[in-house]
């Protein structure tokens, strides 16, 4: 099943996003039983901040974290994921910098359940937030009333 989500994301996410979703530039995915983890090495290396303005003004997704290690500030991370709804696929982007602040690469991580997707969501901002002193987060309340809401949105 999970195959059938990342076809479906890699149908449309190249479409939307394609000097940062690449078919061609698409290393092996890590597949398992209820997610895939896809990585795009980028053929040109972007500002984080160019970056996340092309995934906020082209995608409707939610910005879960972004922020600077705390061993090393030039180094951000930054989470956007999207809104679960019934229907709609589940996927979360990573994005992550060198000390230089430009992003080489992109994770997307693909979901086949919303449980799956609402846990390592919520995993992923909990570590974060121990090693990242944040810019802009959400916190696990505001992430938790995102995925109580699916059920009264269309």
Known sequence: MIVKEVNKFMALMPLMLP????????????????????????????????????????????????GSKKSEPRILHCCFFASPKLGKSMFKINLLTGTDGFVD?????????????AEELDSDLLSHTLSFDFTEAMT???????????????
């Open 19 to 66: 000097k940062l979703i690449d078919s061609k530039q698409c290393v092996e995915p890590d597949i398992a039983e209820d997610s895939a983890v896809l990585y795009f090495n980028l053929e040109e290396r972007f500002p984080i901040g160019m970056v996340m303005d092309m995934i906020d003004d082209d995608l409707d997704l939610q910005l879960l974290y972004h």
């Open 105 to 117: 690469s992109v994770a997307v991580t693909v979901y086949d359940t919303v449980d799956v997707f």
């Open 140 to 154: 696990s309340q505001e992430l938790l009333s995102v995925f109580c809401k699916m059920s009264y949105e269309t």
